[in-house]
């Protein structure tokens, strides 16, 4: 389950980095092009350069180095909402974004109050209803898109060929074909699990997907390889 919870957070991370790539009318297009033009100002007017020291809420103070540009809670979300993602203004705190020319990440900041958890509660969840919990929110998440234009993905899919179940995926976009792989290191990391990867990956292939695969590392530390990637192949598939 952990997996499934890191494979979501680290692509929606990405995808809402990226420009509205869905297929869709010059009009809508450029509605949502003002609508990020004029959140990016409005964070911008209202944000904080580094270097210097930001409180976040109560809980901490965050020295922001040079380089770097602090958002807060509201024009956060703002942004966040531009680029395509349902927000819950509760938890947010604010952004962190690159300032410099080859800058292309965002750095999302929350706090949820949960309180300590003991490593032994773990035994005690349920995997299927924490998936149909992700699968219930990525669906809402998906009207909210599709309202505007952007296009939906589904989460934990199971996908299969003429001869049967090949896998079942991290992300799909049914409408483009285009299948998406957040690879972890405790899961796809030795010789044997790489094998695997490779022979599900040339099945989806064979079966006329588009597959692309991330490890955890990649998404989080090569983080303009991973969106260029991505706005290539959404771009490709639009084009097709």
Request: charged letters at 20%; a negative charge; aromatic letters at 8%.
């Amino acid at each position: 389950m952990q997996k499934v919870i890191s494979a979501v957070v680290a692509l929606f991370v990405v995808l809402g980095s990226l420009p509205a790539f869905a297929q869709a009318s010059p009009s809508s297009e450029a509605s949502r092009k003002a609508e990020l033009v004029a959140a990016w100002q409005a964070a911008s007017a209202a944000g904080a350069a580094g270097p210097k020291d930001v409180s976040l809420i109560d809980q901490a103070a965050l020295k922001l180095p040079a380089g770097h540009f602090f958002v807060p809670q509201a024009e956060g979300a703002r942004v966040l909402r531009a680029l395509g993602n349902v927000v819950n203004d509760t938890s947010l705190v604010g952004l962190i974004v690159g300032t410099g020319p080859n800058d292309g990440w965002i750095v999302v900041i929350r706090y949820i109050k949960e309180g300590y958890i003991k490593d032994d509660d773990a035994k005690n969840w349920n995997a299927d209803e924490l998936l149909k919990n992700l699968r219930d929110g990525a669906e809402e998440t998906n009207k909210d898109r599709a309202a505007r234009g952007f296009p939906e993905l589904q989460v934990q899919v199971d996908v299969a060929d003429q001869t049967g179940w090949i896998a079942r995926v991290d992300f799909l976009d049914a409408s483009l074909h285009l299948i998406i792989e957040i690879d972890s290191v405790i899961y796809h990391s030795s010789f044997t699990d790489r094998r695997h990867d490779a022979a599900t990956t040339a099945r989806l292939i064979a079966a006329g997907y588009t597959v692309l695969r991330f490890t955890e590392v990649e998404v989080f530390f090569e983080f303009d390889r991973v969106v260029a990637a991505l706005r290539s192949a959404f771009s490709q598939s639009n084009v097709g």
